[in-house]
T-cell receptor, first 113, second 115 residues
Framework: TQLLEQSPQFLSIQEGENLTVYCNSS?????LQWYRQEPGEGPVLLVT?????EVKKLKRLTFQFGDARKDSSLHITAAQPGDTGLYLC?????????????FGQGTTLQVKP | GAVVSQHPSRVICKSGTSVKIECRSL??????MFWYRQFPKQSLMLMAT?????????EQGVEKDKFLINHASLTLSTLTVTSAHPEDSSFYIC???????????FGPGTRLTVT
């Protein structure tokens, strides 16, 4: 069974601080997605990483896929209150050919002004 | 692009009644749609995978007779919660896959409250 362990589960920081969220597994994933969800809304796709060692940047967000494609990280530089939300990593389930995703437990981020 | 809508956004119903939730892909054809349930401050729990024109595949522990899924077209899937009970109260979210099978685009969710 493929599992994704996401950490930390909760993070409360001050505006301007940096943070990193980790997503780890003992299984190899063909691709990994990061989503952000605000309260009462559906998750929004931020990025997809496919190649081992890949780094993608989205403004102040940097996403990295591990060389072995078993782990990923999300780094936010100079966090702002607008970054507050639930961050979810998700990997493609290899046992399914329907696009089923395996989700991490989520990281609830609160950025205080 | 890749916009998914859900209707209604919020519904309150009485115990024993049925509720239908619609999920539509507005600007793309979705071969596969997914239905999730989410509890407060938790991750998404997949309930079922729905393919157009075929029966849905339910996850272990999800009652298919209670949560009826119909995927009538490439842009519409519906979830009907039958004989709803207070424990069915939750946030239900659908998603749809576009070109890449592993990139899912989510609807805004439906808050169901059963009284």
């Amino acid at each position: 069974t493929q599992l994704l362990e996401q950490s930390p589960q909760f993070l409360s920081i001050q505006e301007g601080e940096n943070l990193t969220v980790y997503c780890n597994s003992s299984s190899v994933f063909s691709s990994l997605q990061w989503y952000r969800q605000e309260p009462g809304e559906g998750p929004v796709l931020l990025v997809t990483v496919v190649t081992g060692g890949e780094v993608k940047k989205l403004k102040r967000l940097t996403f990295q896929f591990g060389d072995a494609r078993k782990d990923s990280s999300l780094h936010i530089t100079a966090a702002q209150p607008g970054d507050t939300g639930l961050y979810l990593c998700a990997g493609a389930d290899r046992s399914s050919n329907t696009g089923k995703l395996i989700f991490g437990q989520g990281t609830t981020l609160q950025v205080k002004p | 692009g890749a916009v998914v809508s859900q209707h209604p956004s919020r519904v309150i119903c009485k115990s024993g009644t049925s509720v239908k939730i619609e999920c539509r892909s507005l600007d793309f054809q979705a071969t596969t749609m997914f239905w999730y349930r989410q509890f407060p401050k938790q991750s998404l729990m997949l309930m079922a995978t729905s393919n157009e024109g075929s029966k849905a595949t339910y996850e272990q522990g999800v009652e298919k007779d209670k949560f009826l899924i119909n995927h009538a077209s490439l842009t519409l899937s519906t979830l009907t919660v039958t004989s709803a009970h207070p424990e069915d109260s939750s946030f239900y979210i659908c998603s749809a896959s576009a070109q890449s099978p592993y990139e899912q685009y989510f609807g805004p969710g439906t808050r169901l409250t059963v009284t």
